[in-house]
């Protein structure tokens, strides 16, 4: 009687192939898996934005987006700004409360303290004068692109992939 299976040397050439496509395909896979986590949170900080402009509008009053603890990477809130301090007071109604993110947000210029928008659906600097500029959401791999969320002047938010340097990520 013929008994069937592996050899040794069968099974260790096949771990061997196994080991080799592995090392292949799992630096790539990580890359995939940062480029869509990084689209994950550029949608929901996008999508927070333009909640806080359609509100301002909306309610025909100034709403404002503010960082948690004065970084955009441990979340955000929005609420009404009444007394239009820039601050989030125990009397200001608060409209969305987002948890931590799961990329590294930079933000330049005014971006860095707050989004504001007021009845128009304007982006406007507490002084009233418009408030633009660039949140830069920063890869944790190699070689995947940052992704970029530009307000206008007008208050429009759009979103762009970018080199990270160009994107204000530390190297």
Do not use: K
């Not at 590294?104 to 004068?129: C, D, K, M, P, W």
């Amino acid at each position: 009687m013929r008994h069937r299976g592996f050899t040794l040397i069968e099974l260790m050439v096949a771990v061997a192939v196994l080991a080799i496509l592995l090392s292949i395909g799992v630096p790539a896979f990580g890359s995939m898996i940062d480029a869509q986590r990084l689209d994950n949170e550029a949608h929901r900080l996008m999508r927070s934005v333009q909640f806080t402009r359609n509100e301002a509008v909306r309610r025909n009053r100034h709403v404002l987006m503010q960082p948690v603890n004065g970084s955009w990477t441990n979340g955000w809130v929005v609420f009404l700004d009444d007394d239009r301090n820039g601050q989030h007071d125990p009397d200001d109604p608060l409209l969305r409360v987002e948890g931590p993110a799961g990329a590294v947000i930079h933000a330049n210029g005014s971006l860095t303290g707050y989004v504001r928008y007021n009845s128009q659906g304007e982006s406007e600097l507490l002084n009233g004068g418009f408030l633009s500029g660039t949140f830069s959401l920063c890869p944790r791999q190699p070689g995947v692109e940052a992704r970029q969320l530009v307000i206008n002047r007008m208050g429009r938010v759009r979103m762009q992939r970018a080199e990270p340097a160009a994107g204000n990520c530390p190297e």
